[in-house]
């Protein structure tokens, strides 16, 4: 079975770092499936962040996110990240991970569970 | 970046009735859309991918059509777990955006 399992809720304040993690298991390959990240502000609807390819780091930012986010990979423990290095507390909203079907040209098949992200003074 | 608009916002129907949700592209992008289902505090399913394939798992009442620019989830009698947001999105290029979403009330 397809997993994608995210690290737990965050509180944090405006300008502190934080880094959370989706793990993936249960297909064949990590690697070689495009992990992507969707973001959902309180009350709101879906945003395309972006997407990385496991095996080689490879990332398409959308340009709404590009600078403002990083994400990253540690394909020895197939696990995907998406970092702050000074938070907001516009980025107050729940965060998921999910997988390409095929081609970075693909919907998203498998979704994690959600983080939930709270930036508050 | 390709702008895409879901209607109506919401959409009020009974039970066993059929419903029928838009998706407009602001720019082609062929068959490449996809719908997604998201129940209150769900992370969203694949429901349809390239228009009109359902994903693993989905009852044959959900279909979808179109191409180009227009495109249409139908849900052909509603059951009580089907009064939940749907969103469509593209892949068809970067951003892979979403729509803003519609809302199946009773």
């Known amino acids: 079975e397809v997993q994608l399992v995210q690290s737990g809720a965050e509180v944090k304040k405006p300008g502190e770092s934080l880094k959370i993690s989706c793990k993936g298991s249960g297909y064949n390959s990590f690697t070689t499936y495009w992990i992507g990240w969707v973001r959902q502000m309180p009350g709101k609807g879906l945003e395309w962040m972006g997407i990385i390819y496991p095996d080689d780091s490879d990332t398409i930012y959308s340009p709404s996110f590009q600078g403002q986010v990083t994400m990253s990979v540690d394909k020895s423990i197939s696990t995907a990240y998406l970092q702050w290095s000074s938070l907001k507390a516009s980025d107050t909203a729940m965060y998921y991970c999910?997988?390409?079907?095929?081609?970075?040209?693909?919907?998203?098949?498998?979704w994690g569970q959600g983080t939930l992200v709270t930036v508050s003074s | 970046e390709i702008v895409m608009t879901q209607s109506p916002a919401t959409l009020s129907v009974s039970p066993g009735e059929r419903a029928t949700l838009s998706c407009r592209a602001s720019?082609?992008?062929?068959?490449?859309l996809a719908w997604y289902q998201q129940k209150p505090g769900q992370a969203p399913r694949l429901l349809i991918y390239g228009t009109s394939l359902r994903a693993t798992g989905i009852p044959a009442r959900f279909s979808g059509s179109g191409s180009g620019t227009e495109f249409t989830l139908t849900i052909s009698s509603l059951q009580s777990e089907d009064f939940v947001l749907y969103y469509c999105?593209?892949?068809?290029?970067?951003?892979?955006?979403f729509g803003q979403g519609t809302k199946v009330e009773i």
């Open positions: 999105q593209h892949y068809n290029d970067w951003p892979q955006t």
């Open positions: 999910a997988r390409l079907a095929a081609a970075s040209w693909s919907p998203l098949d498998y």
């Open positions: 720019q082609s992008v062929s068959s490449n």
